[in-house]
């Protein structure tokens, strides 16, 4: 199957610093990425949908001035956490899915722990 | 916007017991159907997707999932359950609108025990 990287798996930072987390698509084209956050045992919370080149879309209550997402090319896209404080410790999934309507399946990343001091 | 549940949030079974995991959704037109198993300390990965056609839907690892339309489910299954089995399943429906945005279910827990 594709496969999807994220980079960095794991980040420890200080508030009020930024943190920038990629995902990458290694072996398709992803026109759309979809950024998540999991709580623990709890389900995945969709943040936003980004589309390569153009704007991201936000889910209702996700702020978008903290959650930066970038999608400049088919393969990458990246969440950038801004000013980040201690409740935005979480774990971060993205994924990239191959276009619908032939395929609508989502290839996961690994996940970043995202742990702020 | 469609809601996904599952009911059964966490499941203990011994090895060789059957399994069934209840999911339904809330939304009246066509649907994209999903299971993602969840292994500890592993990505998501597919186990198995409904798009159209025969409802009786076979993925990975001997598990299968029914799409009975008038009930709004998704039911995975499995027949004999494994010590390896062990992982959060988590169910996902994307409405075939729009730009196809996905929805999960809060996910299910499942022990199983050697």
């Known amino acids: 199957g594709a496969v999807v990287s994220q980079h960095p798996s794991r980040v420890i930072c200080k508030s009020g610093t930024s943190v920038k987390i990629e995902c990458r698509s290694l072996d398709f084209q992803a026109t759309t990425m979809f950024w998540y956050r999991q709580f623990p045992k709890q389900s995945l919370m969709l943040m936003a949908t980004?589309?390569?080149?153009?704007?991201?879309?936000?889910e209702q209550g996700v702020e978008k001035d903290k959650f930066l997402i970038n999608h400049a090319s088919l393969t990458l896209s990246t969440l950038t956490v801004t000013s980040a404080h201690p409740e935005d410790s979480s774990f971060y999934i993205c994924?990239?899915?191959?276009?619908?309507?032939?395929?609508?399946?989502?290839?996961f990343g690994p996940g970043t722990r995202l742990t702020v001091l | 916007a469609q809601s996904v549940s599952q009911h059964n949030h966490h499941v203990i079974l011994s090895e060789a017991a059957s399994l069934e995991l209840g999911c339904n959704y809330s939304y009246g037109g066509t649907v994209n159907l999903f299971w993602y198993v969840q292994y500890p300390g592993q990505h998501l990965q597919l186990l198995l997707k409904?798009?159209?056609?025969?409802?009786l839907v076979k993925g990975i690892k001997g598990f299968e999932a029914e799409f009975i339309k008038s009930k709004f489910s998704f039911n995975l299954r499995k027949p004999s359950v494994q010590w390896s089995d062990t992982a959060e399943y988590f169910c996902?429906?994307?409405?075939?609108?729009?730009?196809?945005?996905?929805?999960f279910g809060r996910g299910t827990s499942l022990i199983v025990h050697p």
């Open positions: 980004s589309n390569e080149g153009s704007k991201a879309t936000y």
């Open positions: 996902a429906v994307t409405a075939v609108i729009g730009s196809y945005i996905p929805t």
């Open positions: 409904y798009f159209s056609g025969d409802p």
């Open positions: 994924s990239a899915r191959q276009p619908p309507p032939s395929t609508d399946t989502q290839y």
